[in-house]
């Protein structure tokens, strides 16, 4: 036990000795009074924001699926998600809408933000993202059908200069009878768009 914890603690310091290198480099001082605990605060945010990476999704649905003869749409929508681009380590956010048609079996309605959280808690491009969330709920329910919609705002676009702050991006990735069957599709797609205040998440 002692030598983990002389380990993390190795690595603690050594992480805070980079940032505090990387405000160097950006031209700050870092033992001015605003900036002391920076390096420890940054370090803790960034632990948080990517520990989807130590978290297993398979293993928290398969601890919460039940028998069940349900077989019409179950959608979970407007999810909360904050992840960061992999390529600028700045946020993306924005919503998520999960839906799936049962066979025999349901997941518990907690889960489903829980494995968004798994999957944005990690480096990511919203893209893989979005096809991760879909892939792990149809592997692990075996359902008839998945569909997954993320919509996000990217700071690594609005902050940058370029020309599009308002626009946000959306991702689909639709399994199964949401693949084959308009309807369900439709059905939906138009179940995310009801109750909308003109988009703005
Ligand atoms: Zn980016």
């Known amino acids: 036990m002692k030598k983990v914890y002389e380990q993390s603690a190795l690595a603690d310091s050594s992480t805070e000795e980079l940032l505090r290198e990387l405000l160097v480099r950006l031209g700050e001082d ?5 900036l002391k605990r920076t390096p420890e605060r940054m370090h803790k945010a960034l ?3 990517t520990k989807g990476y130590h978290e297993d999704p398979e293993k928290v649905l398969q601890g919460a699926l039940f028998n ?3 077989d019409e749409m179950v959608i979970v929508k ?11 380590l ?3 956010f924005g919503k998520v809408h999960v839906a799936y048609i049962p066979n025999g079996r349901v997941i518990g309605l907690s889960k489903i933000p829980r494995l968004v ?3 944005a808690r990690r480096l990511q491009v919203q893209e893989r993202l979005t096809v991760q969330i879909a892939e792990t709920m149809q592997n692990a329910i075996q359902p008839l059908g998945v569909g997954v919609v993320v919509e996000a705002r990217h700071l690594c676009v609005m902050m940058r200069g370029v020309e599009k702050q308002h626009s946000s991006a959306v ?4 399994l199964g009878s949401f693949r084959a069957s308009d309807k369900t599709r439709e059905e939906f797609l138009s179940l995310i768009r009801n109750g909308k205040n003109g988009g703005s998440f």
Do not use: A
């Not at 991702?171 to 639709?174: E, G, L």
């Open 78 to 88: 407007d999810i909360e998600m904050f992840s960061l681009c992999e390529h600028h």
């Open 30 to 34: 870092p033992d001015r009074d605003g």
């Open 90 to 92: 700045l946020p993306f």
């Open 47 to 49: 632990e948080h924001l």
């Open 117 to 119: 959280d798994i999957f």
């Open 68 to 70: 069940v003869t349900y």
């Open 171 to 174: 991702t689909s990735h639709m």
